[in-house]
């Protein structure tokens, strides 16, 4: 198994901007579909953003949002596919959460979509904590 490792969280006021990252994607390259989850402790996990890079013709990758953050965060990778990211403005006391990035061949479902589902993705980080104060 690859660990990978997410930074980037802290505490920021609401409407301020966090930008996550996550590394570790070298030993896990044959993994098509890359994401990002958050939890808060009582709280089921939930699937944020999700990013689809397996086809050649298109690098950049498909993404796919949860409606809460749809508009506010945006998913994407650099140009070697060494790093994931997670840009999040707007942020909003319900964000609060910590945040997990996760990677894997079984999340790829068809099309150009990943499942959303925590159980199909093989590779995980630590976590990194987010805040936000109203």
Same mark, same amino acid.
Not at 121 to 127: N, S
């Given at each position: 198994?690859?660990? #990978?490792?997410?930074?980037g ?11 996550? $990252?996550?590394?570790?994607? +070298?030993?896990?390259?044959r993994? !098509?579909?890359?994401?990002?989850? +958050?939890?808060? !402790?009582?709280? %089921? +996990? /939930? ?8 086809? @050649?013709?298109? !690098? @950049? &990758?498909? *993404?796919?949002?949860?409606? $809460?953050?749809? &508009? +506010?965060?945006?998913?994407s ?6 790093n #994931?990211? #997670?840009q999040?403005?707007? #942020? /909003?006391? %319900?964000? *609060? ?5 996760a990677?894997?061949?079984? !999340?790829?479902? @068809? &099309?150009? *979509?990943?499942?959303? $589902? %925590?159980? %199909?993705? /093989?590779?995980?980080?630590? &976590? ?7």
């Amino acid at each position: 198994q690859v660990q #990978l490792q997410e930074s980037g969280g802290g505490s920021v006021h609401a409407g301020g901007s966090l930008r996550l $990252s996550c590394t570790g994607f +070298r030993y896990a390259s044959r993994s !098509p579909c890359m994401g990002w989850f +958050r939890q808060v !402790p009582g709280k %089921e +996990r /939930e699937g944020v953003a999700f990013i689809y890079s397996g086809g @050649g013709i298109t !690098p @950049g &990758g498909a *993404t796919d949002y949860a409606d $809460s953050v749809k &508009g +506010r965060f945006v998913i994407s990778q650099d140009d070697s596919k060494t790093n #994931l990211y #997670l840009q999040m403005n707007s #942020l /909003e006391p %319900e964000d *609060t959460a910590m945040y997990y990035c996760a990677a894997g061949v079984r !999340p790829f479902k @068809g &099309g150009n *979509t990943c499942t959303r $589902s %925590e159980y %199909e993705y /093989e590779y995980w980080g630590q &976590g990194t904590q987010v805040t936000v104060s109203s």
